[in-house]
């Protein structure tokens, strides 16, 4: 889990040292996503079982529907509608925090961190579905729009 307090310390140095980017702003929530999902699909391939998969599924899930929404958003030149929000960043910080824990302590239930790890990655799950129907309500004007200008074309 490394790279995510890496991740982390570089956007902070950049926002403090006044040394942000377009690209560096496109590119930081790509490296949060693959951060995340890499070390679910190890979590989950590692230790198989239900407890892990019902909100790594759920995680992984909302990362290709929210990626393909901007893409389909950004086509229509409305990248704005799906900006991220705070609800975005304390899912991907919960996120982090609950795979550092259970990649720290292999998930073995009865060990207390490993519990505490198991009701983050719930949590950080629970905020991942809101933050996607955030997201959905927000685009859905722009999505109608786009697909009945797809109907008249």
Do not use: C
């Not at 699909?41 to 909100?55: C, E, K, Q, R, S």
């Not at 929404?69 to 900006?83: S, T």
């Not at 998930?107 to 129907?133: D, E, F, K, N, Q």
């Amino acid at each position: 889990e490394m790279p995510s307090w890496e991740d982390a310390l570089d956007g902070y140095l950049a926002r403090l040292l006044n040394q942000t980017t377009r690209f560096g702003a496109f590119l930081d929530p790509v490296a949060d996503k693959l951060i995340v999902v890499t070390a679910l699909v190890l979590l989950i391939g590692n230790h198989a079982n239900l407890l892990l998969t019902i909100p790594g599924v759920v995680i992984i899930g909302r990362e290709i529907v929210i990626s393909a929404l901007r893409e389909w958003m950004a086509e229509m030149d409305r990248r704005g509608v799906v900006a991220v929000s705070w609800i975005g960043r304390a899912k991907t910080t919960m996120q982090m925090v609950a795979i550092f824990m259970l990649l720290a302590n292999p998930p073995v239930l009865g060990r207390p961190w490993v519990i505490v790890g198991l009701v983050l990655l719930y949590a950080a799950a629970l905020l991942t579905l809101w933050s996607m129907a955030t997201y959905l309500r927000a685009a859905w004007p722009s999505l109608v729009e786009g697909l009945n200008s797809d109907e008249e074309a």
